[in-house]
């Protein structure tokens, strides 16, 4: 196995894995609104959950990491300048999004101080996720690239994203 093939494998099971925690992370979300919804008698519990879906999101995010070189390697010929932007972009907004959600989970930074920059970091994550599924739709390696990366931006579609890229990325390897 190459080093690009072997990339390539370790990026998808590295997605397909991340899609799957991807579920529980917007699951999470979800059963914190609702338990927030229910009250004040609940809010101690919806920000435990709070918590899981933050952890969570680091492990997710964390596991999206490798996908930023495999996707570059991939598409790179379709706009080489815009994969490297785009690389550096999603690599760059994977690292802050993991940093943040780290620092809001171990209490060393508030959700009203976290709020704003993780949220532009996601939207970094999204802008790759929907700038390289553009370059991987001309390519023909992700078909659906620009609409699972717009799923993908909207963190409760990141599961389709994470899990088709991870399929994808890893059919890609055996051919």
């Known amino acids: 196995m190459g ?3 072997g990339l390539i494998t370790i990026a998808g099971h ?7 925690l991807g579920v529980a992370m917007v699951a999470t979300l979800f059963v914190m609104y609702g338990l927030f919804a229910m009250g004040p008698g609940a809010r101690d519990a919806a920000l ?6 933050d952890v969570l999101a680091i492990v997710v995010y964390g596991m999206a990491l490798p996908v930023v070189p495999a996707l570059h390697v991939l ?17 760059g907004a994977l690292v802050a999004t993991i940093v943040l959600q780290w620092l809001l989970a171990s209490g060393r930074m508030t959700f009203e101080a976290q709020i704003l920059p993780v949220s532009i970091a996601l939207l970094g994550v999204g802008v790759w996720m929907v ?9 023909g390696f992700l078909p ?10 909207f963190y ?5 994203w994470a899990i088709d890229v991870g399929r994808r990325l890893v059919e890609r390897r055996r051919t």
């Not at 435990?48 to 879906?53: I, L, S």
């Not at 598409?75 to 690599?91: M, N, P």
């Open 3 to 5: 080093r690009k093939s």
């Open 14 to 20: 590295a997605a397909m894995v991340s899609g799957v």
């Open 48 to 53: 435990e959950v709070g918590w899981v879906n």
């Open 75 to 91: 598409v790179r010929e379709a706009g080489r300048t815009r994969s490297v932007v785009l690389a550096l972009v999603g690599g």
């Open 131 to 139: 700038g390289t599924g553009a370059l991987a739709r001309a390519t």
């Open 144 to 153: 659906n690239g620009v609409r699972d990366g717009l799923l993908g931006m």
């Open 156 to 160: 409760v579609g990141y599961p389709v």
